[in-house]
């Protein structure tokens, strides 16, 4: 008998992961935006990532529909527990996605659509890593149902979060960037990567140290034997990959400084997963409890097999396609 409702909760797992990662440094190029003030390297930018970029976002919607049809109660808290935030990040990816294709075609508004792709990007991020927060600390829940305030996920230690993720996401860009670059933008996102990766592991260490102190349930989950054991490895790790990163740039490696980017992130995500495990709304709902009858999640799990391997199969076959440098005069995108 497969453990159904843990099969979604992997897949939405996944799902999240791989938003995270492939509109990361997406959003991050948008963030590094204000750092760079020739418009054709900014051209540049934005085409290493045209052809791709709207296809990232399927993965968001493949988590939210897992969601609802695996575990709706879980749809319906997180949604009435931060309508706010989520409602002002999806207006941010708005503003943003039209930027995008306002830009290439403006003459004289050119700055003006800089700025909205500037702070689009950068407010989505924010708001992702708010919403991050808030999930972390925990909803107040009664019967399955949200009875906190609307303004409970405006905290101090979701700001950071929201600091976090865009700092996340401008070094994941950084690192993007150095891949498919080269000359004098390639070289500038070198100087830039060491201090978003230094900024980054004091976000983490600051993180570390608050969670914690703010939240008994994790502290006991990450001081008492055997996780203790399992997490232990976890700083040692990020120290590492950091190091590892900073060196990178400083030996001029193209493919490192976003290899090692993406195993910090990828650690900052699986400390997260295993820190609320096995709860799907915290502190207290774990993914069976919240789970939709098993012949529904059955009947959403074969549409899920057909077509997660079809987003597998454009997105893999995209980034392929375009897996080349993007140079100051490429034709682009237009």
């Given amino acids: 008998m497969f453990d159904i409702p843990l099969i979604w909760a992997m897949i939405i797992a996944l799902g999240v992961l791989i938003y995270v990662v492939l509109d990361g440094f997406d959003l991050g190029i948008g963030i590094l935006f204000p750092f760079i003030k020739g418009q054709q390297e900014r051209d540049v930018m934005m085409n290493t990532v045209a052809p791709v970029w709207d296809g990232n976002e399927t993965w968001m919607v493949l988590g939210g529909a897992g969601l609802f049809a695996a575990f709706p109660i879980v749809y319906a808290t997180v949604l009435s527990a931060l309508y706010m935030p989520i409602t002002l990040m999806v207006i941010a990816l708005i503003f943003r996605g039209v930027a995008f294709e306002f830009r290439f075609k403006a003459n004289r508004s050119k700055a003006l659509w800089d700025m909205a792709f500037i702070w689009g990007s950068t407010l989505a991020s924010f708001l992702q890593g708010v919403i991050?927060?808030?999930?972390?600390?925990?909803?107040?829940?009664?019967?399955g149902i949200y009875v906190g305030g609307s303004l409970d996920w405006l905290t101090p230690f979701s700001l950071f979060t929201g600091l976090g993720v865009v700092v996340m996401y401008a070094a994941l860009g950084c690192g993007w960037l150095i891949l498919k670059t080269d000359q004098a933008l390639q070289n500038k996102m070198y100087d830039l990567m060491p201090k978003?990766?230094?900024?980054?592991?004091?976000?983490?260490?600051?993180?570390s140290l608050y969670t914690p102190y703010s939240?008994?349930?994790?502290?006991?989950?990450?001081?008492?034997?055997?996780?203790?054991?399992?997490?232990?490895?976890?700083?040692?790790?990020?120290?590492?990959?950091?190091?590892?990163?900073?060196?990178?740039?400083v030996n001029r490696s193209e493919y490192k400084p976003f290899i090692y980017t993406l195993m910090l992130m990828f650690?900052?995500?699986?400390?997260?997963?295993?820190s609320l495990w096995p709860y799907i709304i915290p502190p207290s709902v774990t993914i069976w409890d919240a789970a939709a009858p098993r012949e529904s999640q059955i009947f959403a799990l074969v549409g899920a097999a057909i077509m997660i391997p079809i987003i597998w199969v454009y997105t893999f076959w995209g980034y392929w396609i375009f897996r080349d440098k993007v140079r100051i005069g490429d034709e682009g995108y237009h």
């Fill in 196 to 207: 978003l990766i230094f900024t980054l592991l004091a976000i983490f260490i600051a993180v």
């Fill in 132 to 143: 991050l927060g808030a999930y972390i600390q925990g909803l107040k829940t009664e019967n």
């Fill in 267 to 274: 650690l900052a995500y699986s400390g997260f997963v295993i």
């Fill in 215 to 249: 939240q008994p349930a994790i502290a006991e989950k990450w001081f008492t034997v055997p996780q203790l054991i399992y997490f232990s490895p976890v700083p040692i790790l990020v120290l590492i990959f950091s190091y590892l990163a900073w060196r990178a740039c």
